[in-house]
């Protein structure tokens, strides 16, 4: 019997709610007990959260957000991490910790299990570039939100012969961008993998005008960049507690700049956390809630250093360190698909 501490670390996902839901039903049924830390591992330091019961589980499986609270405190950036994770544990008596988070969380729950801290994680993120696991929940949820803004942009864009540039999220990887693109029709599509250059991204949009259509859609992942010395882009430097710069604008930029070169009038629409909100989709729902059950079943088998991952269409466990090995790329197959149908 084990008393496991829950938390849910950096950007919020819809879904998180569902593994919530999924570990503690599971697991109050294993006989462990839980405390659910507020805001991330700033709960963990400060030993602050609540006990988490399956009453007040109830009902939360389709609702955003999570009841945790979320932040991206990063304990390694205190002194005495290790020391002071531990004595935050101790405090509330948790001896295994379950952390939900993408690769900031999973790299300090790595760490707290290198050190020896009982550990089972579950990936989170709605870029969907952790590697590991196939899918991670959010991402279905984003690409749909992001899908219908699309389809309701492109009516828009046809009605006032318009080329719109709809931003997504995808800080290093264009999951979301190539999906959403692939499902509302785009005539473009930017992701980081392959920098662009806009020289061929106005021809694009200029054949496709030549050829008789008088709108294009462009989807661009929030993370694209420029080739090198093909445009000028202007970052917002700002960084976060793990070192990552903030990112959104880039849509701000192509709209000038498209507008500019090809002389066709040019708007943009940045989703930003639109794509975060609400409630997940029945796919997301099903996933979070098979990882959260698989969570708590890794705690009674003892299965620590794990994260739960979708291989296929099992859920399995893998070494936490797997994760982090890499960071998962857009298949190029995949981006292949959708450029046949670029303009
Ligand atoms: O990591 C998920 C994500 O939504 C990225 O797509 C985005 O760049 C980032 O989080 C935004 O973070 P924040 O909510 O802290 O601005």
Redesign the pocket.
């Known amino acids: 019997m084990a008393r496991i501490g829950m938390l849910t670390g ?2 919020d ?1 819809p879904g998180l709610n569902a593994v919530i839901r999924g570990v503690v039903r599971k697991g109050v049924q294993d006989g462990h007990s839980f405390f659910g830390f507020t805001y991330g591992w700033a709960g963990v330091l400060k030993s602050e959260g609540h006990e988490l019961t399956v009453e007040e589980t109830k009902g939360i499986l389709p609702r955003g957000g999570t009841i945790l609270g979320t932040s ?1 405190t990063n304990p390694y950036k205190e002194e005495n991490a290790l020391d002071r994770v531990l004595a935050g544990m101790e405090k509330v008596g948790v001896d295994v910790l379950v952390p939900i988070g ?1 690769d900031d969380t999973l790299g300090v729950a790595s760490k707290l299990s290198e050190a020896g801290v009982n550990v089972v994680a579950v990936p989170k ?3 969907n570039d952790l590697y590991g696991t196939d899918y991670t929940f959010g991402f279905q949820t984003a690409v749909q939100i992001a899908t219908d803004a699309i389809d309701r942009l492109h009516t828009t864009a046809e009605s006032h012969n318009r080329v719109i540039v709809v931003e997504v ?3 290093h990887a264009g999951w979301i961008a190539a999906h959403a693109g692939m499902a509302g029709g785009a005539d473009v599509i930017l992701v980081p993998e392959r920098p662009f250059d806009i020289d061929e991204v106005c021809d694009r949009i200029r054949r496709r005008h030549s050829l008789g259509r008088s709108f294009s859609i462009v989807v661009v992942s ?2 694209a960049v420029p080739k090198e010395g093909t445009m000028s882009t202007h970052g917002s430097g700002q960084t ?1 507690a793990f070192g ?1 710069v ?3 604008g880039i849509a701000v930029e192509l709209e000038r700049e498209i507008e500019e070169r090809t002389g066709y009038e040019t708007r943009m629409t940045i989703l930003g ?1 639109v ?2 909100g609400g409630t997940p989709t029945a796919y997301d729902r099903v996933l979070a809630t098979r990882f959260g059950v698989e969570a708590a079943r890794a705690v009674t088998r003892g299965d620590f250093g794990t994260m739960v991952a979708l291989r296929g269409t099992e859920i399995v466990t893998v070494p936490v360190t797997e994760a982090l090995s890499h960071s998962k790329e857009l298949d190029p197959a995949f981006f292949e698909t959708a450029e046949v149908f670029f303009g």
Do not use: V, W, Y
Request: aromatic share 0%; net charge positive; charged share 35%.
């Open positions: 950096g950007g996902c991206r993408g993120t709605i870029d999220m995808g800080r929030e993370g976060d990552h903030r990112l959104g956390h794509q975060r």
